[in-house]
């Protein structure tokens, strides 16, 4: 059987490509899962003798690429609104963690949650940010911090891809934070990671990249270093948390290596602009962890900019810093917040979400070859995405090329 041949006529395309290209009349072919042919109305090619498009007119409205959340937590049990409430009486992230709490208390309440009960857990996060236009959703491990319940977190990432109309890439962030069971021994957690969890993880196939927290109250850049030599010595991509609350070098080190991705960068410098960019490295910001830290310490976006490093922005969806479940509102703080323009915030949720996924070459853009996801706005115009604030301008999303329920 063929697959079904499908033509979405008179569409306002942002393609997100490098041009960040729209076409006023647009209309996109897909055959299957893929983009056949992006173009003009004007320039639509006649369907192959014998076959008919199914045609679907769309009445004008403006198209994305399928919205990519390039930086979650979101597979998590229980929730820290009491450290929110500490952090609002003068307490700070920091200063909670040192005492037990922060990533810990979490994953406290991961270890004793049952598999279904995780997954219960964590499908509301994954279909908010799916009814805002999301296709593609990365999902980091670093909450069970024993190799079973590392595990447990990634095959409920992947028990969720199974369960609803979205991709998903699982990061192994073990390197999150140092459990009880290595209290005072970093090394050897790092040790314990790398010789023995990294291979089984690998072997399971649960594991897409992997991250760590290169921070004062994380793991040291050295540490970092390690856990990277051996990811990438099993060919897994790297990411790093970086420069979130203090400047350790982590950007510099991940650069090295190529990282996909370096995350936060509140305390990035100039020099770390310029290595992202001489890598080819994401700068992933995440603004909403830097509201609700309360921070006041941008990441240096004026030099990211300068020196030409792409962009992307994610929810960070996770119970501490940031418990989010829309990517809108993300775009919206990293606009206003960090003075992004409209345009970055839409390439920063698209086309720039992919590349930190490594996913770029299929994923992200409205382009022949790439998967059919797109959403269909009810917008006027395109700047309205990332303006709305708790208001989902969302009509339609066609996944897979086909439109979901
Ligand atoms: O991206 N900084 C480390 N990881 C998360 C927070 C995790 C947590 O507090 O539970 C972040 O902000
Ligand atoms: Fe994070």
Excluded at 359 to 371: C, D, F, P
Aim: hydrophobic content about 45%; proline content about 4%; aromatic content about 6%.
């Amino acid at each position: 059987m063929t697959e079904s041949l499908k033509l979405w006529r008179n569409a306002r395309l942002a393609t997100c490509n490098d041009s960040m290209q729209a076409i006023g009349r647009g209309a996109l072919l897909t055959r299957g899962a893929r983009i056949e042919w992006v173009g003009a109305e004007a320039d639509v090619p006649a369907a192959p003798a014998g076959d008919t498009y199914e045609r679907h007119d769309l009445g004008g409205a403006w198209v994305t690429p399928g919205l990519i959340d390039c930086h979650t937590h979101l597979v998590f049990a229980g929730t820290r609104a009491n450290e929110y409430a500490q952090r609002l009486r003068g307490s700070s992230y920091a200063e909670i963690a040192r005492s037990g709490g922060g990533i810990l208390s979490t994953m406290r309440a991961v270890r004793s949650a049952s598999p279904q009960e995780l997954f219960e857990a964590s499908a509301p996060r994954l279909e908010a940010l799916l009814a805002e236009g999301v296709t593609t959703v990365e999902i980091k491990s670093g909450y069970g911090l024993t190799l079973a319940d590392e595990a447990k977190m990634l095959r409920t990432a992947r028990a969720l891809e199974q369960a609803y109309p979205v991709t998903i890439k699982t990061t192994l962030l073990a390197a999150h934070t140092v459990p009880p069971e290595f209290t005072g021994r970093a090394d050897a957690y790092i040790d314990t990671i790398v010789e023995e969890w990294l291979p089984e993880l690998t072997s399971e196939g649960l594991i897409d990249a992997v991250d760590v927290f290169c921070e004062s109250i994380g793991f040291s850049v050295a540490q970092s270093e390690r856990l990277f030599d051996a990811a990438r010595a099993l060919h897994l991509p790297v990411k790093m948390h970086a420069e979130q609350l203090t400047n350790l070098g982590g950007t510099q080190m991940a650069t090295r290596h190529r990282a996909l991705s370096c995350d936060h960068l509140e305390y990035a410098t100039e020099e770390d602009a310029a290595a992202l960019a001489y890598a080819g490295t994401v700068a992933v910001l995440l603004p909403v962890a830097f509201y609700c830290l309360a921070d006041d310490h941008k990441p240096p976006i004026a030099a990211l900019r300068a020196a030409g490093v792409r962009m992307a922005i994610a929810s960070d969806c996770n119970p501490g810093s940031a418990p989010a479940s829309s990517l809108l509102l993300t775009m919206s703080m990293a606009t206003r917040l960090f003075g992004l323009t409209s345009e970055e915030a839409l390439a920063g949720v698209t086309r720039n979400a992919a590349r930190a996924l490594g996913v770029h070459s299929e994923r992200g853009i409205l382009a022949a070859g790439h998967a059919a996801d797109f959403v269909i706005w009810n917008v006027r115009s395109i700047e309205e995405l990332g303006y709305w604030i708790g208001f989902n301008p969302r009509r339609t999303v066609v996944r897979a090329g086909r439109i979901l329920p």
